[in-house]
């Protein structure tokens, strides 16, 4: 595993280990603890003479890399791998496909340009096209390109669902963006990390959607489940999306998970997953999720992000809103 100390990288770790497998993980040593019964091995792989160095001689079944900065550094651990590595698995994201995603999009829809060998990550999108062509161009049909959607469970430091659990135990009047039957389409980390392990050990390539079916939750079971693992007494205050509009409140950003279900974002919750389904991919229950997420912040405390503004919606501006809401 090219990294392993947290969100997918962390749940594959975990994963690979109850399996019985025996897991190399490859780390700074910065990010977090390894975990416990995997190899760890220390590197900084922007260093190809470092990484190799870490690597030395030896061989494994598969890799799995969840890299998203500059391509070059997925091309040169690719390189390095190629002939001691009989699998490459990649998590990518829907984000290479062409804006607006439209709903219903496969994986046959056209993609921006990426360069592996680009030094270059402030683009994401091309940043993860970059990273894509790098396996593939390195490892053909042995290599797994995996292109998540949103990706939520326990050790996500973006801090999406973590934002919504302490906002709805903060309790009051909580700003809840309509429809509450909004369809969800995500995926908990620990889901993506089995399928993509039972994808290496059965030696399957390609590129491939990874998200739940659309219409997995909705925005009001997920919230509904916020408020009972909180123990909270929050009232969910039900707002239109055209309430959300008018009060230049960003959807995905200040309202983390959601959008609205028409116009360009909508198809971020609609994307045809059918190829995933069919190669047994199985997504758990929204309520797991939750509840796991929770138990998670509860132990171990909350992502940076939470404190740092970068995700969710200020109070002050959550408060006038409500003010006019009815």
């Known amino acids: 595993m090219l990294g392993g100390t947290h969100h997918v990288g962390r749940a594959v770790v975990e994963a690979g280990l109850a399996r019985g497998w025996s897991v190399t993980t490859v780390t700074r040593g910065l990010s977090g603890p390894s975990t416990p019964g995997a190899e760890a091995l220390h590197a900084d792989r922007t260093d190809p003479a470092t990484l190799s160095a870490a690597l030395g001689a030896r061989s494994w079944d598969a890799v799995l890399d969840t890299w998203s900065g500059p391509p070059r550094v997925v091309r040169d651990a690719a390189t390095l791998l190629v002939n001691r590595v009989g699998h490459y698995g990649y998590v990518s994201s829907r984000s290479v496909y062409c804006w607006p995603i439209p709903p219903g999009l496969d994986e046959h829809g056209p993609v921006v340009d990426g360069d592996p060998t680009s030094p270059d990550d402030?683009?994401?999108?091309?940043?993860?096209?970059?990273?894509?062509?790098?396996?593939?161009?390195?490892?053909?049909?042995?290599?797994?390109?995996?292109?998540?959607?949103?990706?939520?469970?326990?050790?996500?430091?973006?801090?999406?669902?973590?934002?919504w659990l302490r906002r709805v135990q903060r309790g009051g009047r909580v700003l809840a963006p309509g429809p509450a039957d909004r369809p969800l389409q995500f995926i908990d980390g620990r889901d993506l990390a089995q399928w993509m392990l039972s994808a290496a050990d059965k030696e399957v390539g390609g590129v491939f959607n990874t998200v739940s079916r659309p219409g997995h939750a909705t925005m009001g079971e997920l919230l509904d489940t916020c408020r009972a693992v909180t123990a909270s007494g929050a009232e969910l205050v039900w707002t239109p999306p055209e309430g959300i509009a008018k009060a230049n409140i960003a959807p995905w950003t200040e309202l983390p998970l959601w959008v609205p279900p028409d116009g360009d974002l909508a198809g971020l919750h609609a994307g045809d997953v059918s190829a995933a389904?069919?190669?047994?991919?199985?997504?758990?229950?929204?309520?797991?999720?939750?509840?796991?997420?929770?138990?998670?912040?509860?132990?171990e405390g909350d992502p940076p992000s939470l404190s740092d503004g970068s995700v969710g919606l200020d109070a002050q501006r959550e408060t006038q809103v409500l003010a006019h809401t009815s």
């Open 277 to 299: 389904l069919k190669h047994g991919l199985d997504c758990r229950p929204v309520a797991d999720t939750v509840a796991d997420t929770w138990a998670w912040l509860q132990a």
């Open 122 to 163: 402030r683009n994401y999108s091309a940043a993860k096209r970059g990273g894509e062509l790098a396996v593939l161009e390195a490892f053909g049909e042995r290599a797994l390109i995996a292109r998540a959607g949103l990706i939520l469970g326990p050790y996500e430091r973006v801090g999406r669902l973590p934002w």
